[in-house]
């Protein structure tokens, strides 16, 4: 239960105040680029089972694959990419903290 509680949080909640606290001049439109990021999760669809509480995202679903970090890590770079590759790579880092718990 704390897993879950800590995970969703991870990826609701403290999106939140990073963009309360680091974009209050924009802090909605950057809430909803992290949310946005949740799509990343569609990749789920083509395993087999599509959820498994116990399986680490990280590594088996294509878009949580060591090629798409890296290029969740490019965008970065330009300025007009930055906060969408801060929300996917917030993802991810939210979606290890939960492989580092099971």
């Known amino acids: ?4 509680v800590i995970h969703y949080g ?3 909640v403290v999106p939140l105040f990073i963009a309360l606290i680091f974009f209050p001049r924009q802090w909605k439109k950057v809430y909803l680029v992290f949310l ?4 990343i999760d569609l ?8 959820f ?10 294509f878009l949580h694959s060591v090629y798409a ?8 770079v ?3 990419t930055r906060i969408i590759g801060l929300a996917l ?10 492989c580092w718990m099971m």
Do not use: E, V
């Open 1 to 4: 239960m704390l897993r879950t």
């Open 43 to 50: 990749d789920h669809l083509f395993a087999n089972p599509i």
């Open 69 to 76: 970090i890296i290029g969740y890590g490019l965008l970065l």
């Open 78 to 80: 330009p300025k007009k």
């Open 52 to 61: 498994n509480p116990n399986r680490c995202s990280i590594g088996f679903h």
């Open 36 to 39: 946005g990021t949740m799509f």
């Open 89 to 98: 790579l917030w993802h991810i880092l939210t979606d290890q903290l939960d």
């Open 10 to 12: 991870f990826h609701f």
